[in-house]
């Protein structure tokens, strides 16, 4: 997990008070929220599951230039137990995966703990949206999608978090 040389994302908003994190601040990540008297930083940990490897890399890259801590898989199995032994803040969840299937892997990282979850997919009916979020995604893109727009709904969903 390398962090790149480039600046921290500087956010418009900071978490509710008492949060440090999107999940407590168990991660390694950073992500600089500007408010009112200066600034502070936060650590996240981003979890990406995505089984085409070109793909996984373009994310991971986008990802780490906005000081995120990146983890990231192709497998379904690999998620589930990465998930479980990094407790990461969000995960980038690719639903088509070889070895099981997408929702599947997010009801066992959701029993693990509560990570925000971004689901990916062809998937673009309006019916598949739908029981994409009933299945407790935080937000869900239809590919092909913009990277760029995944780091900013990504970095948008860290910066609102949850408090633990």
């Given at each position: ?8 994302m500087v956010a418009v908003a900071a978490a509710p008070a008492g949060c440090a994190g999107a999940s407590g601040g168990r991660s390694h ?44 898989t192709g497998s379904g199995a690999d998620a589930i137990a990465l998930g479980a032994r990094s407790s990461p803040d969000l995960v980038v ?72």
């Amino acid at each position: 997990m390398s962090a790149t040389a480039m600046p921290a994302m500087v956010a418009v908003a900071a978490a509710p008070a008492g949060c440090a994190g999107a999940s407590g601040g168990r991660s390694h990540g950073t992500m600089t929220v500007a408010h009112e008297g200066g600034s502070e930083a936060m650590a996240f940990t981003v979890l990406v599951v995505e089984d085409e490897p070109k793909l996984r890399e373009l994310i991971r890259g986008f990802l780490e230039r906005e000081r995120l801590a990146v983890l990231t898989t192709g497998s379904g199995a690999d998620a589930i137990a990465l998930g479980a032994r990094s407790s990461p803040d969000l995960v980038v969840l690719d639903l088509g995966l070889p070895d099981i299937a997408g929702v599947e892997v997010a009801r066992e990282l959701r029993r693990e703990g509560d990570p925000l979850l971004v689901m990916l997919t062809a998937l673009a009916t309006e019916a598949d949206r739908i029981r994409g979020f009933e299945l407790g995604a935080d937000d869900y893109l239809v590919k092909p999608f913009s990277v760029r727009e995944l780091v900013l709904r990504v970095l948008a969903l860290l910066r609102r978090g949850r408090c633990s």
